[in-house]
């Protein structure tokens, strides 16, 4: 399980795969990370801005990820407003952050073009 703060199609290998995006709670999205995911937020203030929402320790880690439809699963924090200040706790005023769950299945998952 991996927690991100974007989704990009470089995440996968090019081929045939379905993505499903379902938006989660808060209280959806601590509980599908629990204690064991990596973490995939590159940027210090917004690991602090996830970890303040969710409850739990976000450690920043700039990686590339690519999720393997077989057993990947993904908790994206999709943050939309104004640039996080240097040093932010908290979400600026006009800001919020979604959570959704992303799954890629692949043609031997059953999927259909």
Known sequence: MYLSNAFSINMFKPEDYRVNLRPLSVE???EMLG????SCVGREDTARVISGILG???PVNRVNVELDPD???MVVAQYSGPRLEDGAV???DG???EFWFV???SRVQGFVL
């Open 28 to 30: 959806e999205a601590r």
């Open 35 to 38: 204690q064991d995911f990596v």
């Open 56 to 58: 739990i320790e976000v």
């Open 71 to 73: 057993s990947d699963y």
């Open 90 to 92: 908290e979400l600026p």
């Open 95 to 97: 800001a919020k952050i």
């Open 103 to 105: 799954e890629i299945w």
